[in-house]
Each structure stands twice: as C-alpha cells, then as structure tokens.
C-alpha cells in the first residue's frame, strides 16, 4: 500500500481487505483495524519534493489479523469506509491551510513596479477570489459542525470543502511565486515569506490526493449532491472475480 499518511508514527492502520470475490466489487469487503507492529508489516517513508516524509509505503507479509481486530460486520467494509472517508474529507477541508491570510499579509509588504501590490488591479481581483472562496470553507465547515453537534454524521457534502481548499492552496502557492519572480526559488529558512510559499507550493498536490483525487470529488459532488446521472460502469453488478483484467 503506498500513500500512507503517518504509517511511520502511527500505532494503528486500518485495512480494507476482500473477504468475498464472488460478489461486486463494493460488496465482499471486510475492514480490520491493523497493529503497525505486526509481525510482516514493514514501512517505508517516502522523500517528498520538499524534503519532508508525511506518506509511506506500507509492505505486507504473511500478516495474518485476528477477527476480534474487524470493524462492522463481514461483507460491510465499504458503508466502513465511506464513514471513514467522510470524516477525512471533512476534516481536510477544515484544517487545510489555504495560505490566503500570508497572501494577503505578503501583497500588503510587497512593492510591484507599478505600486504597492496591494493596489495592483490584477492582484486585488485575485485576492477577492480568494477571499470569497476562504469565507466559504469556513462557514460551511461550521454547518457541518453544527449537524455533528446534533447527532447527524459527514455526508458527500464535505467533499466541497476538500476539493475547494486544496485547489486555493496551490492556485495561491503559484501565483505567490509568480509574484517573487526569482526570489521565488530561494528557500533559505532566513527568507522566511519566499520559503514559505514555495514550501506551500511543493506540498499542495498531495492535498488534492489525500481523502480522494479532485476527480473522485467533482463526481461524488454531482452525483450524490446534485443528483447528476452518474458515470458509466460496465462493471456495477459482475463479481469481482468476473471482471476483466490483464491477467486474466
């Protein structure tokens, strides 16, 4: 398994595994909750573009999980892991640090050759966007809190909130950069704004990946929320053992 989010602090795992091949593929899962320390398990952090190690490879030998470790019934891992995928989304969505406060610090100090920054046309447009957006993701993670308080649980709704802060995080990334010009390159902790954004800017994908891809997002936005007709899946209904691959 590769992608793993702090496998290498981490005492526990979750593991989704298919008990059942002789079903559809979202039927037949089983979810286990893993001791990192099992005999087999071996991980290995992964060098990311800015040189830290937040995701891992996670090896698995001969693991073998005993039933009392099962989360929900056999056969039920899936409506497991949308629960789970639900929290995730949202609490990315409502942690996830767009940048837009140190932007607009930034173009406040900033001098363009035209001006202050802060006064540039094009600047302001962009800074009005960004705004709009950060106002948003804070007051709908407040709703979904306030649904949580009352006993509802993360619906595809929370999808929104992760798919609109990681697209801002990088969108402001770049165009900080853009703005620094080859100052932008430099990232000598004693500079400490350029350093900032381009340590923002190489870390922002992986906030488009984790919890689901923006692709996966925008589907479960217009299916399950704007009730879209869904993609076409040839394969919805055929045992899992039944579907087509490469190998056989």
Known sequence: KIWTSGAHYSDYGLLITRTDPNVPKHQ?????????????????????????????EVYFTDVRIPDNQRLGGVGEGWNVSLTTLMNERMSIGARVATGFPEMFEYCNQLMLEDGPAIENRAVRSKLATWATRTSGLKYSSYRTISALSKGGRPGPENSIGKLVAGSTLQDIAAYALELQGAAGAISDPSVQTEGDFQAMLLRSPS??????????????IAERVLGLPGDIRVDKNVPFNKIATKGR
């Open 28 to 56: 037949g899962l089983t979810m286990f909750f893993l001791d990192m320390k099992s005999p087999g398990v071996e991980v290995k952090p992964i060098k990311q573009a800015n040189g830290d190690s937040e995701f891992n």
């Open 207 to 220: 906030s488009r990946i984790a919890g689901g891809t923006d692709e996966i997002l925008r589907n479960i």
